[in-house]
Structure formats: C-alpha cells, structure tokens
C-alpha cells in the first residue's frame, strides 16, 4: 500500500518559516521525482517544488529563492523548507510522487495546512 504522509503545517506569522516532511512508503523511492504542489481556495492547484532522485530540482515562478525542496533516499522523506512566508503562500500543501517509468503511477499524498496570518 503506498503511502505519502504529509507533516508539519501548521499557523505561522509573515515572515516565519515552516518545514514540511513527506514520508513515504510502499514505492522504490528512486522511481519517483518527489514535488510539493500547494492549492489555495478558489485556486488551481500549482507546482511549489520537485527533485529528481539525483538531487536536480524545480522551483515555481513565485519562490524567488524563498522555499528549498530537499529528499532524503535512505529515508524516503522529502522536504520543503519555507522562509519568509507570505500571507499569499497560505494552502494546503500536497506531496506527489511523479513516476519516472512507465507503468508506474502518480501518487498524492492527503496534504498538509498551512496558513500565514498575523
């Protein structure tokens, strides 16, 4: 059964950071590029980050340098870390793993809350 369990959101400040974990389990982790997707109400839902199993990454327009995605492959985890957060970056994050072979599936995990206020 895989499994993508999201931690570590919560209430935080403008300005304040925040660090998301993705545990995952039940898939051979170096098929996947792992991402962070994040869906804000009303929105569509967009690409936060991504990280090929050789550590080459992608970040959406709207980082600028503000978010760094990381992954750990003896753990299967993947991490966002977000400084300077903004009120606008309030969402619910989501983990996806994104298969590099054919055959394999998408997964998602069931997302993480964040919310940025004062």
């Known amino acids: 059964q895989v499994q993508l369990v999201e931690s570590g959101g919560g209430l935080v400040q403008p300005g304040g950071s925040l660090r998301l974990s993705c545990a995952a389990s039940?898939?051979?982790?170096?098929?996947?590029?792992m991402g962070w997707y994040r869906q804000a109400p009303g929105k569509q839902r967009e690409l936060v980050a991504s990280?090929?199993?050789?550590?080459?990454?992608n970040y959406g327009d709207f980082m600028k340098g503000r978010f760094t995605i990381s992954r750990d492959n003896a753990k299967t985890t993947v991490y966002l870390q977000m400084n300077s957060l903004k009120p606008e970056d309030t969402a619910v994050y989501y983990c996806?793993?994104?298969?590099?072979?054919?055959?394999?599936?998408?997964?998602w995990g069931k997302g993480t809350l964040v919310t940025v206020s004062s």
């Open positions: 996806n793993a994104r298969p590099r072979f054919s055959g394999d599936l998408n997964y």
């Open positions: 039940g898939i051979v982790f170096s098929r996947y590029t």
């Open positions: 990280i090929t199993v050789g550590g080459n990454t």
